[in-house]
């Protein structure tokens, strides 16, 4: 069984930073393509961005480019996602996840974490 499970999430005021862990029970240096998603209050959930399994290649959600950054540490089975410059749409649950398909779409990942909670305020 994957585990996963987020950290770094908090409240910070708007133009601040986070940066969001997702370890893994898995060694990432594995064929696993690793995704970050994200679920504000009474909305769908929404892609946020990922990484291949070879962390050569990322994609991310047009509102976070030029300010989130997706990462991963294999040799410490962590992936990462660094937030700069956050605005009050950011304020969500960001969930990590982990598949066998590079992309935005949730069926292609099959584990999931708890998640951790992003507030940003004006």
């Known amino acids: 069984q994957v585990q996963l499970v987020e950290s770094g999430g908090g409240l910070v005021q708007a133009g601040a930073s986070l940066r969001l862990s997702c370890a893994a029970s898995i060694r990432t240096s594995s064929t696993y393509n690793m995704g970050w998603f994200r679920q504000a209050q009474g909305k769908e959930p929404e892609f946020v961005a990922c990484?291949?399994?070879?962390?050569?290649?990322?994609y991310y959600l047009n509102s976070v480019k030029g300010r989130f950054t997706i990462s991963r540490d294999s040799t410490k089975n962590l992936v990462y996602l660094q937030m700069d410059s956050l605005k009050p749409e950011d304020t969500a649950v960001y969930y990590c996840?982990?598949?066998?398909?590079?992309?935005?779409?949730?069926?292609?990942?099959?584990?999931w974490g708890q998640g951790t909670q992003v507030t940003v305020s004006s």
């Open positions: 990484i291949n399994w070879t962390g050569g290649l990322t």
């Open positions: 996840a982990a598949g066998g398909r590079f992309g935005a779409r949730t069926d292609n990942y099959d584990y």
